[in-house]
């Protein structure tokens, strides 16, 4: 069965790193992936958009990579600022059908000042 | 999130009872998805409704759920006989972009004792 996995693991890092977290796939083959950020008692906000024929997105400080053969995305957050703190879910898009997007249980990231 | 209201924020119930909960897009969206998050989990999907199409309940955990849209607008998630395990935040979201970028409601939190 498709499966998505997202580090667990609560993410610390200090202001002004970069924050690099991880989402590896198993039997799918996405047509996009996509990220988004979750905060407290709130639903999730899109972020980012790769495609698979994509190797990089960028979108300010933040950048995505997409390896197809890996079956891995890689989302980077550069200069990180504590208002980054927040859980990120990372979610898969076959292309067609209903499109419905199948999530990572996402990972927490907290930004210490 | 402004696109997509939801209510009501938080319901708690008795299992064994009926719920409601409410999903109410800005107009001009013809994608809706319904997803359930339990604590610490990824996203589920739920249902999709897209246009005057036959939903995609292929979603839904048992015969317990069941969901409408009125007027390609509204919709309404209706769980009867809830059971503990139902307990989870319920988000609403419909499709932003081309790409099939997902903008959410806040959620239902569902508490069922």
């Known amino acids: 069965s498709q499966k998505i996995e997202q580090n667990s693991e609560a993410l610390n890092i200090q202001e002004g790193k970069t924050a690099t977290l991880t989402c590896n796939y198993t039997?799918?083959?996405?047509?996009?992936l996509q990220w988004y950020r979750q905060d407290p008692g709130r639903g999730p906000v899109f972020l980012l958009l790769?495609?698979?024929?994509?190797k990089e997105k960028r979108k300010e400080r933040l950048k995505v990579t997409f390896d197809t053969t890996l079956k891995q995305s890689l989302f980077h957050i550069t200069a990180s600022q504590p208002a980054d703190s927040a859980t990120y879910l990372c979610?898969?898009?076959?292309?067609?059908?209903?499109?419905?997007?199948?999530f990572g249980s996402g990972t927490r990231l907290q930004v210490q000042p | 999130g402004a696109g997509v209201s939801q209510s009501p924020s938080n319901k708690v119930t008795e299992k064994g009872k009926d719920v409601e909960l409410r999903c109410d897009p800005i107009?001009?969206?013809?994608?809706l998805y319904w997803y359930r998050q339990s604590l610490g989990q990824g996203l589920e999907f739920l249902i999709y409704f897209q246009g005057n199409s036959a939903p995609d309940k292929s979603g839904l955990p048992s015969d317990r759920f069941s969901a409408e849209r009125t007027g390609g607008s509204v919709s309404t998630l209706t769980i009867q006989r809830t059971q503990q395990e139902d307990s989870a935040v319920y988000l609403c979201?419909?499709?932003?972009?081309?790409?099939?970028?997902?903008?959410f409601g806040p959620g239902t939190r569902l508490t069922v004792l």
């Open positions: 790769i495609r698979k024929n994509e």
């Open positions: 039997n799918y083959s996405p047509a996009y």
């Open positions: 107009s001009g969206h013809t994608a």
């Open positions: 979201a419909i499709r932003q972009g081309a790409y099939n970028e997902q903008f």
């Open positions: 979610a898969l898009d076959g292309g067609t059908g209903r499109r419905a997007l199948t």
